[in-house]
């Protein structure tokens, strides 16, 4: 990583001027939660670039009129803030700026969210708490609602400084006002006049900017929406896209880590099957780290659980094309196991959570105490598997699975050093042979299956159905219509067949939590897991009475549907 100027493990109050006034850069946003752990605020901004700004003070003075809200007198402060990232750019690729700014003799620490404004307009977060020093280490200890997130995404990597940026602010802020047209309650948004600049390198000036900022709570964005167009029209300034971090970084030349050019991604008929094979893998790959940010950070579970298919993709992309990719590619299938289960129990007890909330938000009768002690022991389990989850992310094991399958999908699948013995065979040619394989798995394990039959025979079903479909969906911009055929009733198949696997460990999770002596839980929980137990067998038994007998089971496992499909692939 490049970097800015000053040495990147100074603290800002080594190097910034103590500053007077220092209120929140976002003290507009709208708060969503606010403890002693700090602030997370969310809410509208509009920014313009400006050629001068007395005008604009002049203005805002004479013709600031929204209908029940009252513009206060500006004040001056003086900001400095100090932007933070880790060498591979982790907050950058989570959607999030680290922002640490001094306050005299203490500093507040701020993620804020990136997006870019359309004309001028974005909707923002920040998430806020301060520290009695600027050090990174104590922020990196602080169990705040920065602190924790910062150890979530950085781990064990060093946080480097980037720049700073050196603002002279003149704000205004604004309130509703009562029945008798006074100022009442906390501000709800604030206009700022920024005079910002980006220090350099010595002798070099520094990147200016002037700014007119104006951040509001989501409920007062309407009704400020006239006065701000009329601001930008009778002033003539101009929207920009561009924020302050955004400034910083084209003004000290940094770039954040793009994803690394591993290869062509692309499938068609003409390839090879190595060279289906890397097009696939490097996909997936792109995914498992497009996703890592963000299931580091647990605000999204869509993340982790993309994070997770795109690893169960890659195993089965490396079990499908054995014989066409170098052997030592075949090490990573296990690897990558590791690294699913790792994830797979977070996103396990997400998904039971979830469910668990809805059944009992849609039953009138049930014991809300029991409820929520019983969802609190979950919810003490999930803590514990992200912790586990976090560990195995931060690990050196991890990070030499990264590194490794990047150097392996980097090389030319066909000619390189190291390929597999079918590598250059046309995927056209190695495709039929393994598909069939794959359907005649699939279809033995449907075979061993009745309403009767325990839950052990469903699970291997929901395995052999999610491999053959991952082999289709893999080969399908290759062959495309009879490939893409089967792969519909199969996602419907295999979405029954989850809900009933996931029923089934819920089931046992809460039996086992049940008689945990780990857990002193009064007779009143135990009673609740117990019958939400029961509801989740219940609930198993009915999809393993009703999935023999269904359209998709029945076309998929016919012997008419497999050679239809083989039939295709012939021609």
């Not at 100074?10 to 946003?29: F, H, K, Q």
Request: hydrophobic share 35%.
């Amino acid at each position: 990583m490049e970097s800015g100027a000053g040495d990147p493990n100074t603290t800002p109050e080594a190097e910034s001027p103590v500053t007077e006034g220092m209120a929140d850069d976002g003290g507009g946003l709208g708060s969503v939660e606010e403890d002693a752990s700090g602030r997370d605020a969310s809410g509208v901004e509009w920014r313009f670039d400006a050629g001068e700004l007395e005008t604009v003070e002049g203005w805002l003075e004479e013709h600031f009129a929204v209908p029940g809200l009252v513009l206060g007198s500006g004040e001056t402060k003086n900001l400095s803030d100090f932007y933070y990232d880790t060498e591979s750019w982790i907050f950058y690729r989570s959607g999030y700026a680290l922002r640490i700014r001094q306050r005299g003799k203490t500093a507040e620490a701020t993620l804020q969210s990136l997006s870019r404004a359309a004309g001028g307009f974005e909707e923002r977060r920040e998430i806020s708490e301060s520290l009695d020093d600027g050090e990174l280490a104590t922020l990196k200890k602080s169990t705040g609602k920065v602190g924790e997130r910062v150890r979530a995404l950085a781990g064990g990597n060093e946080l480097h400084r980037l720049f700073e940026v050196r603002t002279r602010r003149r704000s205004f802020p604004f309130r509703a006002v009562d029945s008798e047209g006074e100022p009442a309650g906390d501000a709800l948004g604030e206009v700022s006049l920024d005079e910002s600049e980006v220090p350099l390198e010595a002798g070099e000036e520094p990147a200016r900017v002037l700014r007119v900022e104006v951040q509001a709570v989501e409920e007062a964005a309407e009704a400020l929406q006239p006065i701000v167009r009329r601001l930008e029209s009778e002033l003539d300034l101009s929207p920009t896209p561009i924020s302050k971090y955004q400034v910083g970084l084209y003004a000290t030349g940094l770039v954040p880590e793009a994803g690394a050019d591993l290869g062509p991604t692309d499938v068609d008929e003409d390839l090879s099957a190595g060279e289906v094979a890397y097009a696939i893998l490097r996909r997936q790959y792109a995914a498992l780290l497009e996703h890592e940010p963000g299931s580091r950070l647990g605000e999204d579970p869509e993340d982790l659980h993309d994070m997770r298919v795109a690893s169960r993709r890659m195993r089965a992309a490396i079990k499908l094309f054995s014989e066409a990719l170098p052997e030592r590619a075949l090490w990573f299938e296990g690897e990558l196991r590791w690294l699913a289960g790792a994830l797979g129990d977070v996103r396990d007890l997400d998904v039971q959570v979830d469910q668990l909330r809805a059944w009992s938000a849609a039953d009138e009768e049930a014991d809300a105490e029991a409820f929520e002690s019983m969802v609190g022991v979950i919810l003490e389990q999930r803590a514990r598997a992200r912790e586990r989850m976090l560990d195995a992310l931060d690990s050196s094991r991890y990070r030499r699975l990264v590194v490794s399958l990047a150097a392996l999908l980097s090389r030319d699948p066909v000619r390189g050093p190291e390929t597999g013995p079918q590598a250059a065979e046309p995927v056209t040619e190695y495709a039929p042979g393994v598909l069939s394989r794959r359907y005649s798995k699939f279809r033995k394990a449907a075979g061993r299956i009745a309403a009767t039959s325990q839950p052990e025979p469903y699970h291997e079903l929901r395995k052999k159905g999610k491999r053959l479909r991952y082999a289709l969906e893999f080969l399908a911009e290759a062959y495309g219509k009879p490939v893409k055929k089967p792969i519909r009733p199969l996602k419907s198949l295999q979405d029954d067949l989850g809900r009933h696997q996931d029923a089934v460990v819920a089931a046992d999770r809460l039996r086992e939590l049940s008689t945990s002596a780990e857990h002193d839980l009064a007779q009143e929980t135990i009673y609740a897991m117990g019958s939400y137990a029961e509801r989740y067998q219940r609930e198993a038994a009915e999809l393993r009475a009703g999935l023999p007998g269904s359209k998709a089971f029945k076309r998929l496992t016919s012997r008419e549907a497999q050679k239809d499909l083989e039939k295709s692939l012939e021609k």
